[in-house]
């Protein structure tokens, strides 16, 4: 039996919640090889290129959550025919899927890369924003339109949209990779590469403490 996690946990139970949720997701697993998807996020920089973007993010304090509603990022749109962003995601990020006539996954696997567990169940699945909504909101997207807003939350151009397991992403909730990265060490290079993509690209601000830690693992990375 699956266990959802609230994506609202106070910050410090965040720890205990992902290493639950790892727990669960073995849990699950029984027969299942784990082998990543054929297909993963457009646009993922390389080393020197992500440090470039890091170096030319403004660092300020983060802003505050008030106003903000995930309604004022309408998601998920329809991207082809009767096909949904998270439709397209599951698709793209996952292997064999196969979809009914209004284009939901009703079989295919996938591989999520922040905690290395495979499902073959969409309903196992989320779709990550790796910035999340309410981050992007403190850092300058309270000022956007309600379209500019639309598009980020349904970006298929950058890395910021990602098929992981349903209980990591909800544990890592709304916080930046200062005090949340994917409990799969060894992915936490290409997760702070595509974070900083999405907030180079979309012109984020980020805060000096999440700088630190962005930039603490980009110097881990070989490419």
């Not at 027969?31 to 030319?56: D, E, H, M, R």
């Not at 590469?193 to 690209?201: D, R």
Request: aromatic content about 8%.
């Amino acid at each position: 039996m699956r266990i959802r996690l609230s994506a609202h946990f106070p910050r410090a139970a965040h720890a205990v919640a992902v290493a639950a949720a790892v727990v669960v997701a073995s849990a699950g697993l029984v027969g299942l090889s784990a082998q990543p998807a054929p297909a993963t996020p457009p646009g993922i920089p390389s080393k020197a290129t992500a440090q470039s973007q890091l170096n030319a993010l403004i660092v300020a304090t983060e802003g505050s959550t008030s106003g903000y509603s995930r309604d004022l990022f309408p998601h998920w749109i329809a991207i082809s025919g009767s096909c949904n962003t998270r439709e397209q995601v599951l698709k793209r990020d996952g292997t064999s899927v196969v979809v009914d006539s209004s284009c939901a996954a009703t079989s295919g696997r996938w591989y999520s890369p922040y905690d290395g567990a495979t499902w073959t169940a969409a309903s196992d699945v989320d779709i990550d924003h790796v910035v999340p909504l309410a981050e992007a909101w403190r850092s300058g997207a309270n000022s956007w339109t309600t379209s500019r807003r639309q598009s980020f939350a349904n970006d298929l151009s950058h890395p910021q949209l990602i098929a992981v397991t349903d209980n990591v992403n909800q544990a890592k909730g709304d916080q930046d990779p200062s005090t949340w990265q994917p409990p799969l060490s060894s992915y936490r290079c290409t997760y702070s590469k595509m974070w900083i993509a999405v907030k180079y690209t979309w012109g984020l601000r980020l805060q000096s403490s999440e700088k630190s830690a962005l930039q603490a693992v980009l110097n881990t990375c070989s490419s």
